[in-house]
């Protein structure tokens, strides 16, 4: 499992909520750390303060926004608040009050997080007007949940606490104490962590079944990018001939050109080379180089010779072309294609030990257990695949934990994340997902080129992606319009 640097701060954790909440999936997966099949979208916003800027008056999928919670679950004040003599209500959402202490609070984590990143600071009060927005909207929706019956059982919030502090390498005792130590109450960050389960969980319910791909925008989208040379050719060599015209040519000057370039164009199909014809007539500054410009980026090159070579063949001379300058004979000399990793997937083959904690046998129990096996195995004293079928708790077990080859985004992140960082062969530190424990083990990878239908499935996805801040804007105003909203004094700063 990946360790976190020895400098780790509690800011890279504390200031959102959402961020912590995209290391869970929804309920429902297979146990061996299986994402539930869906539309393929990501279940989880995630955090985007790091630029400075807010965004929206609601928070957008790539760029949500810390739990507001009710009334009973207000985020902590931070250690370095200045300390105020009183509080008051900035604004109602219903009857549910925002306090002023409540903004300053997030207005304090968000500055904390840009600090960390090194981020410009914003201007405070602004800052404290977009938080104050955002606030507003997020308990706005907190209620919508509770009229819908969304609720997160405080199981599943323990199991999300136990793994924000096993991938900070922490225990869940030793997270709380950091937690405190940095004037965060664990209480109110465990609440304030179930509140932002409840409002990912609302969000997928609500959002993503508003989106809507044709088969036509899918269409549309793959001839894009089969006509992108920027998706499809690495690089590109061209060689010209080259005639200059004055920028207001005479017509019989221009007549003059062409029926020079048709003469040469005619010698270039009776087989003569073209380099050597190029140092004969051309009269571009790469004549002596038989007309070569080089091998380069498509876009270094006019877009007047790419579209022209779009659909010529290596060695085809396309022309005569009419710029500004003159005219020209374009010849495709090569074309190097990219590596298209659009629709080229990266699979892993990997297989795993799962070990599920119970009210007897904990996590760290279990890590424990797991770190002593996998010491045997880098000893080479203990088979991996013979472990997982005497020990492991997952459907896998028979066939030694083997989970065959997989795609990006198959496994919840946690799973994912870990697995990533293995070469083949290597075997993990005891990894905590919601499923349990997992040893993890990279047997093989490889890029596999998608089908055709895959490369839609992909574009679909692409495309609901690129839909969904709009759709939840406009869901965001639709529940925030449910509510009676009062602003009350505005927000009074109390940084130091």
Known sequence: MNKVDSSWRLVAIVPSLALMACCFSSPGAMAQGLKPRGDGLSASPSM?????????VVPARTAAAPASPSSAQRPAVVASL????????????????????????????????????NGPLPARQELSKQVLERVISERAQLQWAREQGIKVPASEAKQAEVTLASRNDLTVEEFRQKLASSGINPERFFEDLQSQLVLQRLREKEVTPRIKISDMEVNQYLKEQANDWSKTVAKLELAQIFLPLPEVAKPEDVQAAVAQMTAVKARLKAAEDFYAVAKEVSQGPERTLGGMMGDKPPQRYPDLFLQAVQTAQEGDVVGPLRSPAGLHLIKLVSKTPVDNTLFTSNQT????????????????????????????M????LEFSKAAKEISQDGSAPNGGDLGWAGVGV??????????????????DPVV?????????????RKNTMSAKE????????????????????????????????????????LK
């Open 82 to 117: 200045t300390p105020q003599s009183s509080d008051f209500i900035v604004a109602l959402v219903d009857s549910d009050p925002i306090t002023n202490q409540e903004i300053n609070a997030q207005v304090q984590q968000v500055l904390a997080q840009l600090s960390a990143n």
């Open 411 to 428: 496994f919840v992140p946690e799973f994912e994340e870990a697995m990533n960082h293995l070469a083949p062969g290597e075997i993990s």
């Open 48 to 56: 985007g303060t790091g630029t400075g800027n807010l965004g929206p």
């Open 378 to 381: 880098d000893r080479a004293e």
């Open 455 to 494: 490369q839609r499935e992909m574009t679909k996805n692409i495309l609901r992606e690129s839909k969904y801040d709009q759709t939840y804007l406009e869901w965001a105003q639709e529940v925030r319009g449910r509510s009676f909203i009062e602003y009350r004094d505005a927000p009074q700063l109390m």
């Open 349 to 376: 083959h990997v297989r795993h030990i799962l070990l599920r904690p119970t009210a007897q046998v904990g996590v760290n129990a279990l890590r424990a257990r797991l770190y002593g096996l996998k010491q045997q």
């Open 433 to 445: 997902s919601r499923f349990g424990v997992h040893l993890i083990q990279v047997l093989e990878r």
